[in-house]
């Protein structure tokens, strides 16, 4: 199957009045139709550069971005503003017109392509409706919390049915709750209307909460990409470490102490895995991190232990979570 959108060995440059900062050095990514992708990096990465590359509101220094194999490049003003409205975009800071209520918010992007003021309504008020704000439509956004302002937003983005959402650190000044609750809703827009969606953030758990796979930017380079279970499970680089572990690089390292990580992915979650562990090897441990979460009754997410310093015991407690089917790999470079 062709991809939605193919990055090919896109670079991005900023000249100032006395520097070069190259923020995107040769990235290269397939996204497939029907994905939720999500691009993560540390603040200053280059993650947001890359995503006004797709829709070419950046337009790359060398490369090219490719939508349904067309070559943004090639385009015309004209070419590019068509296929711009098919290319929607959610930021974190909502971006609503103050003056404007909810309704005529929604209706913007269709009176800007000249639906008529009659459908407009109408195709609003069912947007409101998918998003769960009907009984806003007369309120204006300095009434509403940040949650409704991003579903509003949502709704705003899909008003000309566009084939991909770009949402550039769309939950980054939510509370986490709601967070959850705008996840939610993207994951039930893209089963329900097959959108294409790209997750730009800095936080591992917007990935793996929604997310089927991942690419992590690292000074504007590609560090690593795969499905989210593939990266989250093994990841390979010191940036993809570093965004998994939550490791501090800058602490000083913890010296003769043995740490494991445990990755949970189908274990019952009613199983005090641990507990029983301590309870058979007979020698604690010390959790440095605990990122776990249930989801429908399986543990999901990862531990990181700190093994008793005698060698027999450290190797049960490694071959008894082994025996219990979760992965387990040392860690050398973790700090508590």
């Known amino acids: 199957m062709e991809p939605i959108i193919q990055i090919q060995n896109v670079t991005k440059t900023f000249t100032g009045k006395d520097n070069q900062v190259e923020a ?4 290269s990514l397939d ?11 540390m603040s200053g990465a280059g993650k947001s550069t890359l995503v006004r590359c797709l829709n070419f509101l950046e337009k790359p220094t060398t490369g090219t971005v490719l939508i349904e194999n067309q070559d943004l490049s090639a385009m015309s003003e004209k070419e590019l503003r068509k296929t711009r409205t098919e290319i929607a975009m959610i930021f974190q800071h909502f971006n609503l017109l103050m003056q404007r209520n909810v309704l005529d918010n929604v209706c913007f992007p269709m009176e800007i392509v000249g639906v008529k003021k009659a459908d407009a309504r109408k195709r609003a008020m069912e947007l409101l409706e998918i998003v769960g704000l009907k ?6 956004p300095a009434q509403l919390s940040g949650g409704q302002k991003q579903r509003v937003a949502i709704a705003r983005a899909l008003a000309n049915n566009p084939k991909i959402l770009l949402c550039d650190e769309a939950t980054s000044a939510l509370d986490p709750t709601t967070t959850k609750s705008i996840l939610q809703l993207l994951k039930q827009i893209n089963r329900d209307f097959g959108i294409t969606i790209v997750i730009i953030t800095h936080e591992m758990a917007v990935v793996q909460e929604i997310c089927s796979h991942v690419a992590i930017i690292d000074n504007g380079e590609l560090a690593e990409s795969g499905t989210v279970e593939e990266v989250f499970t093994s990841p390979k680089t010191a940036a993809a470490k570093k965004l998994v572990f939550m490791v501090n690089p800058q602490a000083t390292e913890m010296r003769g102490k043995r740490c494991i990580r445990i ?4 274990n019952s979650s009613f199983e005090p895995v641990i507990a029983n562990m301590v309870l058979e090897c007979k020698a604690p441990v010390n959790i440095l991190l605990a990122d776990t979460k249930d989801i429908g009754g399986i543990a999901h997410g990862q531990m990181i232990l700190q093994l008793p310093e005698d060698e027999t015991a ?3 407690m490694i071959h008894y979570l082994q025996e219990r089917k979760l992965t387990v790999e040392e860690v050398d470079s973790y700090v508590g």
Do not use: M, Q, T
């Not at 995107?24 to 990235?27: A, D, M, T, V």
């Not at 996204?31 to 990096?41: A, F, L, P, S, V």
């Not at 009984?135 to 204006?140: C, I």
């Open 24 to 27: 995107l050095k040769g990235i």
């Open 31 to 41: 996204i497939e139709k029907g994905d939720i992708y999500g691009i993560i990096g």
């Open 314 to 316: 450290a190797a049960k």
């Open 135 to 140: 009984e806003k439509a007369k309120s204006y």
């Open 263 to 266: 990755v949970f992915s189908e």
